[in-house]
């Protein structure tokens, strides 16, 4: 069980891209309906989550710039990271069952 942390620009290079493991990262607004029914799925994967994967959030409204970067468009994005590197993406809201999956495989 990983516990969901917001990160800005700054930690999102020192968690995201320099990490080693795994790590979820939820591109977020505060007004978003499907975001906000997101955020309690996202807890239950964490619960669930039985690997080592990090999960994040980026709220794109604070964060425009590192949002722009990776050319999220809509939100909720959701993009997985490998070894720093994008390996998966998700736009939308997704069920629990996908995202573990997303995570897993």
Do not use: H, Q
Not at 27 to 39: S, V
């Amino acid at each position: 069980m990983s516990e969901i942390k917001k990160i800005d620009l700054e930690e999102f290079n020192d968690l995201v891209l320099e990490s080693k493991k795994t790590v979820l990262v939820d591109f977020f607004a505060t007004w978003c309906g499907p975001c906000k029914m997101l955020a309690p799925i996202l807890e239950e994967v964490s619960k669930e989550n039985d690997t080592d994967t990090i999960i994040c959030k980026v709220d794109v409204d604070e964060n425009f710039d590192l949002a722009k970067s990776y050319g999220v468009m809509s939100v909720p994005t959701i993009i997985l990271f490998k070894d720093g590197a994008e390996a998966k993406r998700s736009i939308g809201l997704k069920n629990k069952e996908f995202l573990l999956d997303m995570i897993k495989n």
